[in-house]
């Protein structure tokens, strides 16, 4: 599988923007599909949005449609995770996940096999 390492987190205040970058590394030469997830202090993981090997599909959790903007340049080994008109209840530690299993459809469920160790992200009132 991959290594994946995440940035770009921080405090922004709501209506801000912010862009998070996740670098693969290790087998990137095989396809993988990848995910953004975020997990609240206390909840669960819940997934944001999902995007498969060409970038021909992705998929986003209703209360970031239209706001939120997944993407990835392979070329690169990087996903992104593009965030406008945050909103207090985006605060999360966000995490970024891959797996060669879904490299052509985008799964929903925190059953990837690779994992970021995460990038806060704080949005104030």
């Known amino acids: 599988q991959v290594q994946l390492v995440e940035s770009g987190g921080g405090l922004v205040q709501a209506g801000g923007s912010l862009r998070l970058s996740c670098a693969a590394s290790?087998?990137?030469?095989?396809?993988?599909?990848a995910a953004w997830f975020r997990q609240a202090p206390g909840k669960d993981y819940k997934f944001v949005a999902g995007?498969?090997?060409?970038?021909?599909?992705?998929y986003y959790e209703d209360s970031v449609k239209g706001r939120f903007t997944i993407s990835r340049d392979n070329a690169k080994n990087m996903v992104y995770l593009q965030m406008n008109s945050l909103k207090p209840e985006d605060t999360a530690v966000y995490y970024c996940?891959?797996?060669?299993?879904?490299?052509?459809?985008?799964?929903?469920?925190?059953?990837?096999?690779?994992w970021g160790q995460g990038t806060q992200v704080t949005v104030s009132s």
């Open positions: 996940a891959a797996d060669r299993a879904y490299a052509t459809f985008v799964v929903t469920s925190p059953t990837y096999a690779s």
């Open positions: 290790g087998r990137t030469d095989s396809p993988y599909g």
């Open positions: 995007i498969t090997w060409s970038g021909g599909h992705t």
